[in-house]
């Protein structure tokens, strides 16, 4: 008892523990303790009063469409519907194979695919 009396003795005087920190310290951890709390009300889209955003809901413009694409994906893109190769590509269309790569990364993720196959 003695020690743990000696200990409070000394701890109170330090820095850590002046008036100004216990006050800054009990506002805040109040803070700290709630937030999670209400973050969590709020992901609950049934909690949250927000409206559900149901496919039909949809705007054209989410839509992937070819005229999303620019002037050369375009390009790219029907020569990838054709079957041609990425190098083909790149021939016909006089620019480097890194090029057509990327453009053709460009167009997956406008559509959202991940292969030839795959786009409409």
Do not use: N
Not at 55 to 77: G, N, Q, W
Not at 81 to 88: D, R
């Amino acid at each position: 008892m003695l020690l743990g009396t000696w200990f409070y003795q000394k701890a109170i005087g330090h820095a850590a523990f002046s008036p100004g920190l216990l006050i800054f310290w009990a506002l805040v951890l109040p803070i700290i303790v709630l937030v999670p709390v209400s973050v969590s009300l709020v992901s609950d889209p049934k909690k949250s009063g927000l409206p559900k955003v149901t496919p039909a809901e949809t705007s054209p413009t989410d839509l992937p469409s070819v005229d999303r694409l620019t002037k050369r994906e375009r390009e790219i893109y029907e020569h990838l519907k054709a079957g041609k190769k990425l190098t083909e590509i790149a021939e016909l269309c006089t620019i480097e194979y890194g090029t057509v790569k990327t453009h053709t990364r460009h167009i997956y993720r406008k559509f959202g695919v991940s292969s030839r196959e795959e786009l409409p």
